[in-house]
């Protein structure tokens, strides 16, 4: 069965430098999403992305964060200057379209210490 | 925004009870997901269930989405059952935003 992956599993960064999550979303699918969850708390959407542009965006994503479509097969979440409170886990999700009948996919997500 | 409610917050049970999760939103919703997340963090797909009624094995989901609630039935609940049970619905404005529950955190003791 098809899967979204997410590389790396685990990555370890210093306060102020830049980060790049990866997901390989399922092959067919056009929609792609990005959720953290901060240790102990529920999963929070930060974007979406459609035919290359944000379809939407919620307030934790901010300057700080960018996505892209480098190819026709990853997805990244740039984290320019990373701060202590971006420590989360992130995943990455995928979905072939939306409404009714479209289920999401969710990636194994990559746990980010910030230290 | 829709809201989403889960409850209860904490439940415990013993091995081989049953249990029942439940799930408020405030809006109407195009989709509905469940999902488990396991002790290492992953989120485990357990039903997309926009309406009606599913069963897996041990487990079973019904929406009724013109109540605006969802509910999980657990049976014969085992160890493995233990984590923290997420709902998570999308609102029928476009498509492009999830929104989850706090969630159910499930203990199961041996």
């Known amino acids: 069965e098809p899967e979204v992956t997410q590389t790396p599993s685990h990555q370890v960064t210093q306060m102020g430098q830049e980060v790049i999550l990866r997901c390989v979303p399922i092959?067919?699918?056009?929609?792609f999403y990005w959720y953290r969850q901060i240790l102990g708390q529920k999963v929070e959407f930060l974007v979406s992305?459609?035919?290359?542009?944000?379809?939407?965006k919620s307030e934790i994503f901010d300057d700080q964060f960018s996505v892209e479509r480098p190819d026709g097969s990853n997805f990244t979440l740039k984290i320019r200057s990373t701060k202590l409170e971006d420590s989360a886990m992130y995943f990455c999700?995928?979905?072939?379209?939306?409404?009714?009948?479209?289920?999401?996919?969710f990636g194994p997500g990559t746990r980010l210490t910030v230290t | 925004g829709i809201q989403v409610e889960q409850s209860p917050p904490d439940l415990i049970l013993q091995e081989g009870a049953n249990s029942t999760l439940r799930c408020n939103f405030s809006?109407?919703?195009?989709?509905l997901q469940w999902f488990h997340q396991n002790p290492w963090g992953q989120l485990i797909n357990l039903f997309y269930?926009?309406?009606g009624t599913k069963q897996n094995g041990r487990l079973s989901a019904t929406t009724v989405a013109t109540e605006r609630y969802s509910l999980l039935y657990i049976s014969s609940s085992q160890t493995t059952d233990s984590g923290v049970y997420f709902c998570?619905?999308?609102?029928?404005?476009?498509?492009?935003?999830?929104?989850f529950g706090a969630g159910t955190r499930l203990f199961v003791k041996a």
């Open positions: 999700a995928s979905r072939e379209n939306v409404g009714a009948g479209y289920e999401q996919y």
């Open positions: 092959s067919n699918h056009l929609y």
């Open positions: 809006d109407s919703v195009n989709n």
């Open positions: 998570a619905v999308e609102d029928d404005t476009g498509g492009f935003k999830t929104i």
């Open positions: 269930i926009p309406s």
């Open positions: 992305f459609y035919n290359n542009e944000i379809s939407e």
